[in-house]
């Protein structure tokens, strides 16, 4: 078995790393993000790929969430 090592979760860290959920904690504002310090076991190979995926050009922001639309038809039981 390889051995694993801990690590520390960043600001860019997203909801899973490494196939490992990362706990998330609710701001001021009641939007969740993951927590940044949460301590990960990761082998050599897995932290290498993680620290290898490259950021993104423009900042990620929210998706506006809007209500669904409605059926176009009703259904009769």
């Known amino acids: 078995m390889t051995e694993k090592k801990a690590y520390r979760t960043t600001e860019l860290a997203g909801y899973f790393v490494a196939g490992q959920r990362v706990p998330s904690v609710q701001d001021g504002d009641g939007n969740r993000a993951p927590k940044v310090g949460h301590i990960l076991y990761l082998t050599d190979a897995e932290a290498k790929y993680e620290q290898g995926i490259e950021k993104a ?3 990620i922001v929210a998706a506006p969430l809007s209500p669904g ?8 039981a």
């Open 69 to 76: 639309k409605g059926a176009s038809k009703t259904v009769e």
């Open 57 to 59: 050009d423009e900042p």
